[in-house]
């Protein structure tokens, strides 16, 4: 974990509404700290997306893989002994926020546990500080912070717990993060990736037949296509041609059940939008 400034991504997409609440988002964190949850499915551009918000606002950017925090010191820093004498070590959390004018990101927030997040809650409210025992002195929110919070929800995504109200209380503003329409999201690998405009149109079209055989109580499938999966097959396609797509689609579906299985219906719509797939691909693929 470490302080950067993310680049502005010229290929990245953000509607007007979005757009318009980064704008008062950017007015308002010079008089208060801003707090920002983005919810959606995975691989949508949650993380992105605050990354774009400090990117366009050349703000530096703190990102917290919450997954992997495991106790409050994990925020705030730790003592060791160094020459006898008790040393505290900030981390760069503590730092971040104390200095003021950047953006924390919260990735996966809803990954750890409650416990460790009851620690951060002075710090989201209107306090703006905690005092830590260890440390021996408060800890203070500086001016211009952004506090952005990730989050995936729904029983698909293990190793998740429900977040507390009393946290979710403190991100006033929530923005869903859902994959982009067609058109756009067909422009976004056109631009990343170079790959033909009409085949990212038919790589488009799985992804979004996948998505609706895999939402609702009647879903077929187990779990969705991503925006992210996408961009990663369409890379693959532009040097690999359809044969790529076994590694970045299909192989990410289940075999079993054979002809009735998800990777055979995911198949067929591989083949129905690239026409003929040559025999060894059709084999593999079937597998």
Known sequence: MSIFKPAVNSTYYINDDVSNLFSYVEKQRKNKTQKVLLKGPHGAGKTEMAMHYAAVNNLPMLIMDC????????????????????VWHESQFDKAISDGNIVILLDEINRVHPSILNTLLPLLDARGFTYLEEKGSNIIVGNGVVFFATMNEGAVYTGTTS???????????????KYLETDKEIELLVKRTGIDEEDAKNLVHIGNQIREKSSGISSSFSH???TRQLIAAAEDFVDGGVDSLTFTITNLFSPEGGTSSERASVLQLIQGKFGGVRSKTKSRLSK
């Open 163 to 177: 977040i507390d109200v009393a946290l979710k209380d403190r991100f006033p503003r929530v923005i869903e993060v």
């Open 224 to 226: 969705t296509m991503s």
């Open 67 to 86: 997954a992997n925090l495991r106790e409050p010191r994990d925020w705030f820093g730790y003592k060791t002994i160094e020459k006898s004498k008790i």
